[in-house]
């Protein structure tokens, strides 16, 4: 990991750790929205409902590892509840940890 990633520096694994937990929760918000649809991205033949995606909004919130920029995945009727980064929350701080212990559970987005 430190060779892949060229890690010299503190600030090196702390900016590693902060995209890697951007990333992690962009995929768990695409993945909140799919189970809201009922289906998968690129699924939609086999959908059962009127409701589709359309595109993402930006946002930024405030965690312990700084401030992430997310684009929030959004539906065409505007159901679409994320639950992992709730609407008009802007401070998420103390989330890390609850995500970790997903993921050491076992738990993740991919089959």
Do not use: W
Not at 53 to 69: D, I, Q
């Amino acid at each position: 990991m430190i060779k892949e990633n060229d890690l010299k520096s503190v600030g090196d694994v702390s900016a590693l750790l902060k995209e890697s937990f951007k990333d992690l929760l962009q995929e768990l918000l695409e993945a909140e929205l799919d189970v809201s649809l009922g289906y998968d991205k690129n699924q939609k033949n086999e959908a059962n409902t009127d409701n589709k995606r359309n595109g993402h909004y930006p946002k930024t919130v405030k965690s312990t590892l700084g401030e992430l920029k997310l684009d929030i995945p959004r539906d065409r009727n505007g159901e679409f509840e994320p639950a992992i980064v709730p609407k008009y929350c802007r401070d998420i701080s103390g989330i890390e940890e609850k995500v970790i212990s997903l993921y050491a559970r076992g738990l993740s987005t991919r089959d």
